[in-house]
C-alpha cells in the first residue's frame, strides 16, 4: 500500500470517527434528556416540572453525550476502516 493511499484512508477513517462521535453526542445527549426528564412528570405544579427539569438538564445532557461521542467515535471508525479496507 503507497503511503499517500494509507494517509488517505487514515483521513477517511478519522473523518467518519470524528462525526459519527459528535453525530451520537447530540442523540445521546437528547436520549438522555428525555429519559431523566420522565423523573419530573409526578411534580403537581408546573413550577415545580419545570423547575425540575432545568435541575436536570445539565447531568443528563454530559452523561447522555459523553456516552455517545464514546459509542460514535468506536463505531465509527470501526466501520471507517471497513470502509476502506484493501481486498
Not at 462521535?21 to 419545570?50: D, M, V
Not at 432545568?54 to 467515535?73: D, E, F, K, L
Request: hydrophobic content about 40%; aromatic content about 12%; glycine content about 14%.
Amino acid at each position: 500500500m503507497s503511503k499517500q493511499s494509507s494517509q488517505k484512508r487514515l483521513l477517511i477513517c478519522t473523518f467518519l470517527a470524528l462525526a459519527s462521535g459528535f453525530f451520537g453526542g447530540y442523540i445521546g445527549g437528547q436520549i438522555s434528556l428525555q429519559a431523566h426528564s420522565q423523573n419530573c412528570q409526578n411534580q403537581r405544579w408546573e413550577l415545580f416540572k419545570a423547575g425540575c427539569k432545568v435541575a436536570i438538564a445539565p447531568g443528563a445532557m454530559w452523561q447522555g453525550s459523553t456516552t455517545g461521542i464514546w459509542t460514535g467515535s468506536v463505531l465509527g471508525a470501526f466501520f471507517g476502516g471497513l470502509v476502506t479496507r484493501k481486498e
